[in-house]
């Protein structure tokens, strides 16, 4: 890795010092969380409230993704998260599995299936680059942020692509990371997570070109760590420092690499660290998504833009127009017609929502 020129100064020292041991996201980001979505997502959460944007958004997506999927029996959703879309849209569909490596996200993708009486939908611990289902068991996949959360997207793909029957239909949506980093070639940020039993400082590595993300997990020794006030002081006070890339100049023209928040920072961690991981995504961007899918097999590939711009337009006047009162719009049908649109509507890139079919 550290033959790599594109790596940090903070990487390298990681590197050489730590001896950091590969990992995934599955383990050292979704594992860690309790709720993926912040428990906010409606109907999974929340009832469904037509004075929400969000609300409105999530109903759009919910009708665009269904309606994607066509008359599919068997489906298969990638990586749901807190159980979405798969919880949202089984009532429209004989059978739904979801597959996420993560045992704490199946745990509560069950829990909320449960909570919600929804019985159509099994969840199995299972990564997307493994896929343990015959070829052809699917005749939709649907996956919502969770292909470039894997560590090898294609391999995914291929696997998604080999489940999935002669004619059937993969529905996608994935952070386009173009967007993601603005005009900049990138960022490093430091963050540290302290519970009663685990100290964790995180360093994060964001690059456009070739675009791609590292995270590399400290975990440091916590009962050390409680015996030494200063140690747990700095490690509380680096939440969210965002790092100037080495070389990028302040503005007095210095560079902005402050040892601070750099090597030196790190280094005086070291002693305290008992055990380092990391893991590494190729993230999509719009320019390859079409790439990557026509390579695996793909072929009729659309898109369309996942923030459902004309619907939001739509709500935003209605608000302004004092119309969603108790007798505004019906939400449900409002916002699922502008998704079934924005599908019926969908065409060549760019667009971070994906419809692409395997050939029948
Ligand atoms: C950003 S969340 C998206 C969750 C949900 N689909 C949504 O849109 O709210 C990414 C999800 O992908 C899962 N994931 C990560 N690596 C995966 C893999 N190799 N195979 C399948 N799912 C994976 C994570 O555990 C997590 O549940």
Redesign the pocket.
Known sequence: MNEDPTRTDMERWIISNLNPAPS???ELM?ERMES??GRC?PVLYEPLDHTKRSHWHDEALIGAFAHALDDASAIL??????G??ALRIADRFKKIIG????PR?VRVQRENAERLGIDNVEFLV????EITFKDGSFGAVT????IE???NPEK?LQEVFRVLAPGGTLAM?FEDYDSCLGAGEGDEKLRSELTSKEAVVFYQVRRKSPPRETWYALFLDRERLNADPEFLEAVENINETPLELEGTPGDDGSALRSETFGVTLLAGFAPLVADTKYFELNHLTSGTVDELLARVGFTDIRHLDHRMPELLAFFDAAQSAGKLGPDGPVLDVVAEVFGISAVERAGEGPGDFVIARKPG
């Not at 959703?77 to 807190?82: I, L, M, S, Y």
């Not at 299972?126 to 680059?129: L, R």
């Open positions: 995934t996201t599955a979704y993926q979505s997502l959703d990638v990586g749901p998260g807190d979405w879309p597959i996420d490596p993560s996200r299972m990564d997307a680059e996956a919502a942020s969770s959360q894997c560590g995914a949506i």
